[in-house]
């Protein structure tokens, strides 16, 4: 079926970067929206940026002006570029696709919120 492959996390000093990817997998037609989402311990999952298959990109306040989502279509592949991060920025980074349309025994279907297994980024100061 449909899997979501996330790649890309570690440790890193602050000030460092780190670059993020997923891939979705499958008999894959098109995918609407492609995005990141990230959970510290103890608190709840926030969104850090969201890109649409037009191009269009959401990013939270917390992270504008360091962290520039992108994707290629073709590869069905989202990407986090993580710049200027921060003590704070650490979290197990979850990536998200919404409206996904795929072929199951030739059947079209989509399929909503689906997550990856989410990938650990840790920040040290």
């Known amino acids: 079926q449909v899997q979501l492959v996330e790649s890309g996390g570690g440790l890193v000093q602050a000030g460092g970067s780190l670059r993020l990817s997923c891939a979705a997998s499958?008999?894959?037609?098109?995918?609407?929206?492609m995005g990141w989402y990230r959970q510290a311990p103890e608190k709840q999952r926030e969104l850090v940026a969201v890109i649409t298959s037009g191009g269009s990109t959401s990013y939270a306040d917390s992270v504008k002006g360091r962290f520039t989502i992108s994707r290629e279509n073709a590869k069905n592949t989202v990407y986090l570029q993580t710049n200027s991060l921060k003590p704070e920025d650490t979290a197990v980074y979850y990536c998200y696709v919404d409206g996904l349309e795929y072929y199951s025994y030739g059947v079209l279907k989509t399929m909503n919120n689906y997550w990856g297994q989410g990938t650990q980024v840790t920040v040290s100061s």
């Open positions: 499958g008999s894959i037609k098109s995918i609407k929206s």
